[in-house]
């Protein structure tokens, strides 16, 4: 079993930065598990924005957060982070680190999900 626990988020004016962090439980987390970022934004579905392979090499990114985002992981200390910069009102949502075994985009392909973390960004 996985879990999961997101922090980091806050409050931020429109061209601010925040950096999430995500926790993940279990001694063969790190050599086992692809990590992704989705966002859910009040009255819309929950979306992909940024994901990495469980040994780093292989990275996406939603095209709304490219060049503005980076997805970033510390193995030794079971940690993802996601690093946001140039935030927008858009990006305002709960952000949610989520686990698989191997990489994806889509929603219901991970298995496991923190709670969430809530992200506001004022104009």
């Known amino acids: 079993q996985v879990q999961l626990v997101e922090s980091g988020g806050g409050l931020v004016q429109a061209g601010g930065s925040l950096r999430l962090s995500c926790a993940a439980s279990?001694?063969?987390?790190?050599?086992?598990?692809?990590m992704g970022w989705f966002r859910q934004a009040p009255g819309k579905e929950r979306e992909f924005v940024a994901a990495?392979?469980?040994?780093?090499?292989?990275?996406f990114y939603a095209d709304s957060v490219k060049g503005r985002f980076t997805i970033s992981r510390d193995n030794a200390k079971n940690t993802v982070y996601l690093q946001m910069n140039s935030l927008k009102p858009e990006d305002t949502a709960v952000y949610y680190c989520?686990?698989?075994?191997?990489?994806?985009?889509?929603?219901?392909?991970?298995?496991?999900w923190g709670q969430g973390t809530q992200v506001t960004v004022s104009s």
């Open positions: 279990g001694r063969t987390f790190s050599s086992s598990y692809a």
């Open positions: 989520a686990a698989r075994r191997v990489i994806g985009t889509k929603t219901y392909e991970y298995d496991y």
């Open positions: 990495k392979s469980s040994s780093g090499t292989i990275t």
